[in-house]
């Protein structure tokens, strides 16, 4: 009976600590992209890279100029490298093509570039739970069909 009080408070700590680990490790993240850009000599306001929760897969159908539409699927990962898998729909040879490397912010830290990427593309603006390919030159697309080009972030 005289070890029931010692017994609890070893209980409490326990449960304190773990509870102390594991928010730690959950804020990290933000911290990390930070000192990232530090680094990198980009922005350290906030911005996509800093504020967002980012990583993950993307996917959409963007217009095509002679197919049905172009399968779209984008994984960004922490650790700055991508995979990248274009499906041409409609085409009778069905031509799918991956893509694997490294990318890299922009200047904004609200862009990023998928390096070694040539005839697939290659800029995105990254935003809240979805990101927008862009044109070759890094713009957002315009006109009617400028809502298409959007890839929404899978669950």
């Given at each position: 009976m005289k070890y029931l009080p010692s017994f609890y408070f070893?209980?409490?700590?326990?449960?304190?600590?773990?509870?102390?680990a594991k928010n730690s490790s959950e804020t990290n993240k933000p911290e990390e992209n930070i000192s990232s850009a530090m680094e990198e000599g980009l922005p350290i306001q906030d911005n996509s890279m800093t504020s967002l929760d980012w990583d993950g897969t993307y996917s959409g159908i963007v217009?095509?100029?002679d197919c049905s539409g172009i399968e779209t699927t984008l994984t960004l990962n922490l650790?700055?490298?991508?995979?990248?898998?274009?499906?041409?729909?409609?085409?009778?040879?069905?031509?799918e093509e991956t893509f694997n490397g490294n990318f890299r912010w922009d200047e904004s830290g609200s862009k990023v570039i998928l390096e070694g990427v040539q005839f697939a593309p290659n800029q995105?603006?990254?935003?809240e739970n979805k990101i927008w390919q862009l044109d070759r030159s890094g713009n957002m697309i315009t006109g009617d069909l400028a809502d298409h080009y959007i890839l929404f972030k899978k669950p």
């Open positions: 070893i209980l409490l700590v326990i449960g304190f600590s773990s509870c102390s217009p095509c100029a650790d700055r490298t991508f995979t990248i898998i274009t499906n041409y729909l409609g085409r009778n040879d069905a031509l995105f603006k990254v935003g």
